[in-house]
């Protein structure tokens, strides 16, 4: 068992040190949860911390799925196997730069519902979350002879908000439920922060990066006795559409480690192995005031943080100027360090073997439902993918401005099957001009959506369109909405035809490997969409960067021929190719403002 007294941590009595490193199972394939484990208990770590997202368990209300990928028992015991100790973070809000902070998108379908807080509502949803979830975490605890040494109260609540009832409730939650080791809180090392989110008579942590002395006195001026413990350590820092990949300097973070540990802290290495927001998981942030304000930053596919351990499993020079430094603190683990995982042989595959329009295939894709005005996809029971508005607008009329109010987050716009343009919400005041004949046009809007905001007070962010569009200043009414959650491509039927400029297409491809191995995928020239590997969606790409190729782990390619999807939104390319080594794009330090 995990204790602590006005010192520090105890382990079975003894004086002990929490040397963690973030590794999140839902962030790496299955297959290869053992070989990321190995390589995080070769950097020397003793403990592996991991948050439990809701909405990934939790695919439909009242189904919670606990099995393959989302067997997070199974994670947890192959890391008690491997001898490490195991903190668990399982919300419900985890922020996580991961879609909606682990909150399942349906709640904002639920009229009067507040997020985050003591609200009736709310609590009775979370409550069902925990029925499902602690009963898989008992038989997991330290208690009971598992690995699982610690659990977090919510997570960085003091950076949201400042509801003690709220947090008592998730506490008492857990402890009525059975579980019965330490329980803690985090959040980031100021006064306000640490007065919000809090629980008295329980430890608090702290998060950030660096100036580690100055940071522990913040989190001391609030707990003046018990451990001090950096429960995020930013070693690292995650990227965002269109931005630099962002960096940290390997001998400056060990520095920075190596100035934490003499101080006799605990650390978190946030993150010790970042892996990929596989699918359309990736969160994002909001910097406005208002969710219709400029300032949506929407999370990349990769989360490769610039850990130590990479993307792929490769052991970076991080990692060895981290280890060196664990290891004037701990003994090192005995033995050679695992080699980089095997890559496959670069290819450049140039024709594609056919391509499907998306907006002749949208009968096969979806159902339509009609509705007088557009809803957003929460309340269609939708809950990440794209959606399709369409709606006739009378004529003749000369040009007007059409205008999208609430669009989230980006819409190509069509008039009778022809691109009239693409208006996005971070230019909510943007237009396009239509002018209709004597029998009017058919609207299409394809509405992309990008992870839903997962941090700080806009976090109400619907997806769609959830006001409305207007021509001229006249309301368009009468809609025929079909959801593309993209789950289901079966139907698609491919031919050689060639498709008018702008109209989104899926193009196929097929790559032949002898053997199964890591690869990245990149589509240089391509504007933006998705990219599926075997009916498996690896995530999004785009032109604008920073991330250039998608990860695509050997454990789902298979000998022979192998089936890549592009879904292009905006313009295809000529080529489709296998690298064998990743390029997350240009590099920039993250703002030491982060830190």
């Known amino acids: 068992m995990l204790e602590y007294d006005a010192t520090g941590f105890l ?3 003894v004086p ?6 973030a590794l999140h199972y839902f962030r790496v394939h299955p297959a290869l949860w053992e070989d990321r484990l190995r390589r995080l208990r070769a950097l020397g770590v003793n403990t592996v911390d991991t948050y439990v997202p809701w909405n990934f368990h939790e695919v439909r209300r009242g189904e919670v799925d606990f099995t393959g990928w989302r067997d997070v028992a199974r994670f947890v015991r192959l890391a008690g196997d491997l001898g490490l100790d195991v903190i668990l973070r399982p919300g419900p809000y985890i922020c996580a730069e991961w879609e ?7 709640l904002l379908a639920v009229e009067g519902l507040r997020l985050r807080c003591a609200d009736p509502a709310y609590l009775a949803e979370v409550d069902g979350w925990f029925d499902a979830l602690v009963p898989e975490l008992l038989p997991l605890l330290a208690s009971r002879g598992g690995p699982v040494v610690a659990v977090q109260v919510e997570n960085e609540y003091g950076s949201y908000g400042t509801d003690a009832a709220y947090l008592r409730h998730l506490r008492d939650g857990l402890v009525r439920r059975g579980v019965d080791c330490l329980l803690f809180t985090t959040d980031g090392a100021h006064d306000t922060m640490q007065q919000g989110g809090t629980i008295p008579g329980h430890l608090s942590t702290a998060t950030f990066g660096s100036r580690a002395p100055e ?14 413990a950096a429960m995020e350590f930013w070693i690292g820092w995650f990227d965002r559409l269109g931005l630099p990949h962002h960096v940290r300097d390997a001998k ?6 190596d100035e934490l540990l003499a101080t006799g802290a605990s650390v978190n290495l946030y993150m010790a192995h970042g892996g990929t927001n596989f699918g359309l998981w990736s969160g994002a942030n909001h910097s406005g005031a208002h969710p219709c304000d400029a300032g949506y930053e929407p999370t990349v596919t990769s989360y490769d943080y610039d850990a130590p351990i990479g993307e792929a499993g490769e052991l970076t020079e991080k990692f060895h100027a981290l280890r060196e430094v664990i290891g004037r603190y701990l003994p090192l683990p005995p033995g050679e360090l695992p080699a980089d995982p095997p890559r ?14 998306l907006l002749e295939h949208l009968d096969v894709l979806s159902r339509v439902a009609e509705r007088a005005a557009p809803l957003p996809m929460e309340q269609l029971g939708q809950d990440r993918g794209l959606i399709h508005y369409s709606t006739r607008v ?5 040009g007007l401005p059409l205008r999208i109010d609430g669009l989230a987050d980006r819409a190509h716009v069509f008039a009778d099957g ?8 971070n230019s909510p005041g943007e237009t396009l001009e239509l002018a209709t004949g004597e029998d009017g046009v058919v609207l299409d809007v394809l509405v992309e959506a990008l992870g839903r905001v997962n941090y700080g007070p806009q976090m109400d962010d619907r997806k769609g369109i959830t006001r409305g569009v207007s021509h001229g200043g006249q309301r368009l009414f009468g809609w025929q909405i079909r959801p593309l959650p993209l789950t289901d491509l079966a139907g698609l039927r491919y031919d050689d035809e060639e498709l008018p400029e702008g109209r989104p297409a899926f193009h196929r491809y097929t790559a032949v490997l002898d053997s199964p191995a890591d690869a990245f995928v990149a589509l240089p020239g391509w504007g933006r969409g998705l990219l599926w590997l075997n009916g498996f969606l690896l995530g999004r790409h785009s032109a604008e960067g920073p991330q250039r190729t998608l990860y695509a782990p050997a454990p789902l390619w298979h000998a022979g021929g192998n089936e890549l999807v592009v879904l292009e939104l905006d313009r295809p390319g000529s080529a489709v190719e296998l690298r064998d080594a990743p390029d997350l794009g240009p590099t920039a330090a993250a703002p030491s403002s982060e830190y």
């Open 418 to 425: 022809r691109l009239l343009g693409v208006l996005d919400r």
């Open 215 to 228: 940071r522990l006195a913040v989190l001391r001026r609030q707990q003046p006795q018990g451990p001090l």
């Open 16 to 21: 002990h040190r929490i040397v963690a490193g």
């Open 100 to 106: 909606f902070g682990g909150l399942p998108a349906r």
């Open 252 to 257: 400056e973070t060990a520095a920075s480690l």
């Open 344 to 357: 496959v042989a670069p290819q450049h595959l140039e024709r594609a073997d056919g391509r499907a329009g």
């Open 11 to 13: 382990r079975g009595g």
């Open 394 to 398: 009378p004529g003749p009329r000369p």
